[in-house]
Every structure is written in structure tokens, then in C-alpha cells.
């Protein structure tokens, strides 16, 4: 049997995911220039937020799903409105933000497992997680089909975003120079409002499908932002299209790395591959 067929799948779908958290990531910040650790608990708001309305309350799954992304962008919002916004405007040190990040990620982690308690859940149906396809000899579940759908449509959406739209624009001049743009006219802190609640929903979505591939726990956002910021860093921080690359080369290298070996190198290999562009290509696949 041929296995470099599901391989190539399986980096995919990886990448896929990687994708949608690194576009948030690197949104957030090439927009604010800090690094939002807070970023990755807010895939486990998404999920478990879809839990609740779904298996406890019994709605309807897209009601459901849509609860889930609004309430993570919410999250997301809040914690710059009330954490972010008045630390800039003491003038804080990046240090001081990836300090306060941290700490947002801790308390929303212990938040929710306070709640929902420290239990794997899944939030998969039986027709979702038995339906398969098939693709040139490998085989894709019909919500690994759904995750990799999602990520193309929401790097389409962000890009017309970005390029056709005021917002977008505006977006693009606060990440060149904040206090230009507040000259200009540019209401900044509306601007990052919005990038933050969009950012949050991108990874309350990623949150969601990983929820109905393989299932949610409170520590899932810690994984998962690591890969982000690793795809986010080998494509060029700060560069929305790059963390695009970043999240299929680290897909693929991570699938076809452990290949011939235990699945338990993935993470050590992702971390090699970071290591590496470090040393020798530390700007990324793209400049900024």
C-alpha cells in the first residue's frame, strides 16, 4: 500500500488548521506588534462554547457553531479592551503585554476547566466522523473536507478584506505607523478593536473543527497556538499571506518527518524546522 497519498492529505489538513491560526495570529500582530499568547485559549473558547450550546442546551449545530465563533471574538475583544487598551495607554513594554497575555491565557484556561472540568470532550457527530471520501488512495473524513474548506475560504475572505475594503486599508496603516494614522483621522482604537475580534473568531472557528476532527480540553489552545506561531514565524511574522506558507511547509515537513519513525518526534521536528529558519532565514519565507 502506497502512504504517501494520505501523507500528503493528512499535511493538508494540518496545514489547513495551522492556517487559520497563524492568519489570526499574524493579523493581531502586525496590527498591535506584540505577541498574544491570550491568542490560543481563545481556540478552546470556541470549542467548548459549541460543547455547551450543543450537547448541554441541545440548539441546532449551525446555531451552535455560529455562537461559538461570536462568543470567542467577543472574548477576544473584551480582553483588549479591558487588558490591552489600558496597558498601551500607560505606554507598556512588549514585555509587559506578553507578560499580561500570558496571564489571560492562564486565567481563561483554568476558566474553563473550572467549568466544563479537565475532561476530553468531542464535539463530533456520527455521521461527521463516519462519512469518508476518497482521493487518489487516501481517505479524508467529511470534517477533515469541511476544516480544509474552511481555511481557504477564511485566507480568501481575509485577503479581499485586506485589499477591496476601508477597513482593510485602515488596517494596513495602523500596522505601518499607529500615530500616523491617528493623524491622519483614523479612529486607531476602533481599528484594533476590530482586528482583535476578527483575529479571535478566526481562532474560535480553528477551535471548532479541531473540537469535531479529534475533540476539545482546556489545554488544546497551548498546542495549537505554538504551531501557529511556529507556521507564523517560518512564513514572516507580521505577514498575513506568509503564515499561509508557513502552515503548509510546517504541515508537510512535521507528516513527512515522523514518516519512518514514532509520531511523538512531530513536535520536535516543528520546533527543528523553527530552529532552523531562526539561524538562517530569521525575516521568513516573506518579508514583512
Do not use: C, H
Amino acid at each position: 500500500m502506497n502512504i504517501v497519498p494520505q501523507l500528503v492529505l493528512n499535511s493538508v489538513i494540518a496545514g489547513a488548521i495551522y492556517m487559520m491560526i497563524a492568519l489570526g495570529f499574524n493579523l493581531i500582530y502586525g496590527t498591535v506588534k506584540f505577541f498574544d499568547l491570550g491568542y490560543g485559549v481563545l481556540t478552546a473558547v470556541g470549542g467548548y462554547a459549541v460543547f455547551f450550546f450543543y450537547k448541554k442546551l441541545e440548539l441546532g449545530l449551525p446555531v451552535s457553531i455560529v455562537l461559538g465563533i461570536l462568543i470567542a471574538g467577543l472574548i477576544g475583544y473584551l480582553v483588549n479592551k479591558f487588558v490591552y487598551t489600558k496597558l498601551r495607554e500607560r505606554k507598556a513594554s512588549n514585555m509587559v503585554l506578553l507578560v499580561a497575555s500570558l496571564g489571560v491565557f492562564t486565567a481563561l484556561q483554568a476558566l474553563i476547566a473550572m467549568l466544563f472540568s479537565s475532561q476530553f470532550q468531542t464535539l463530533s457527530t456520527n455521521a461527521g466522523s463516519s462519512t469518508t471520501f476518497e482521493i487518489y488512495g487516501a481517505v479524508i473524513t467529511l470534517v477533515q473536507l469541511v476544516i480544509l474548506i474552511s481555511g481557504l475560504v477564511i485566507t480568501g475572505l481575509l485577503a479581499l478584506t485586506m485589499n477591496k475594503t476601508m477597513f482593510g486599508k485602515a488596517i494596513k496603516a495602523v500596522s505601518d505607523d499607529e500615530e500616523v494614522s491617528k493623524i491622519v483621522g483614523i479612529n486607531t482604537q476602533k481599528i484594533i478593536s476590530g482586528v482583535f475580534f476578527i483575529g479571535a473568531m478566526i481562532a474560535g472557528l480553528a477551535g471548532i473543527l479541531v473540537g469535531f476532527d479529534t475533540g476539545i480540553e482546556p489545554t488544546m489552545g497551548m498546542s495549537l497556538l505554538l504551531k501557529g506561531v511556529i507556521a507564523s514565524i517560518i512564513g514572516g511574522i507580521g505577514n498575513v499571506y506568509g503564515g499561509v506558507l508557513g502552515a503548509f511547509l510546517l504541515g508537510f515537513v512535521e507528516n513527512f518527518g515522523i514518516w519512518k519513525i514514532s509520531g511523538e518526534w512531530k513536535d520536535a521536528i516543528a520546533f527543528t524546522l523553527l530552529i532552523l529558519f531562526l539561524l538562517f532565514r530569521p525575516q521568513g519565507i516573506l518579508k514583512k
